[in-house]
């Protein structure tokens, strides 16, 4: 077919090629040139297409971004690459709401004291970032850091108030509500109920807590255990 017959501005797809793909003129032709074969007689049928693997090496040489495959027809430029771009939205808002799901998960699991459950939420290589802590801490120091707060107030429990996904990040405001009735800081228990919350910060891989940062609002937990005086009361 002679391309030049073309109703502009259409993608035809059909049966020789069913991807879309954004390079620019001379990245497209270097990528045709590469890929394609001398043809002598036009009546012949092609010759099967190159594997994906040798594609997608050719078009990342080239900086040729392939979108597709598309369907077979004839569609307008513009509604194909509005349907991708709410393809794109659903499917990153989609995987925004399972990755805030794994991370009110994995803190659920802390409330039920379900160290398995905890383990299976966290990725590989897993690491966080605790407020005086001046290094990342690995799993088993996560975990050591974790348990010192269950040892020193047993019946704690933490609340997603409200969380927020965008790309591979879960941001979380919690709310921690306890019972001292152990040693936590060389404060000796108290029996007091406190309540204390943190800003959290999680980067997702594969469904997986990755990287964790929290801040935690350590002084004000340490004003309720009277380990420091609260504003206007010193000296009273």
């Not at 597709?68 to 027809?73: N, R, S």
């Not at 513009?78 to 994995?106: C, I, L, P, T, Y």
């Not at 160290?115 to 802590?133: I, M, N």
Request: glycine share 8%; charged share 20%.
């Amino acid at each position: 077919m002679d391309p030049a017959r073309a109703p502009p501005p259409a993608a035809r797809f059909g049966g020789a090629g069913r991807l879309l793909l954004f390079a620019t003129p001379a990245g497209f032709e270097q990528f045709v040139v590469e890929l394609g074969e001398p043809v002598a007689d036009w009546s012949s049928p092609p010759s099967a297409p190159p594997d994906m693997a040798t594609l997608m090496a050719v078009a990342a040489k080239y900086r040729v971004d392939i979108l597709g495959p598309l369907p077979d027809e004839a569609v307008p430029m513009g509604q194909a690459m509005r349907g991708s771009s709410e393809d794109s939205e659903r499917s990153e808002a989609m995987s925004g709401e399972e990755n805030a799901a794994v991370v009110e998960r994995w803190i659920e699991a802390y409330n039920a004291r379900d160290t398995r459950a905890e383990a299976a939420a966290r990725a590989p290589g897993f690491v966080a970032h605790v407020p005086g802590v001046p290094v990342p801490l690995d799993a088993d120091a996560w975990v050591g850091f974790t348990a010192s707060f269950a040892a020193a107030f047993p019946d704690l429990r933490l609340t997603v108030e409200e969380s927020f996904a965008a790309g591979d990040k879960v941001a979380a405001r919690v709310t921690f509500r306890g019972t001292h009735r152990s040693e936590f800081q060389g404060i000796p228990p108290t029996d007091r109920q406190v309540t204390f919350s943190s800003i959290e910060l999680n980067r997702m891989v594969d469904g997986k807590v990755a990287e964790h940062w929290v801040e935690l609002d350590l002084l004000g937990l340490l004003r309720q255990l009277g380990a420091i005086p609260t504003p206007g009361t010193a000296g009273s």
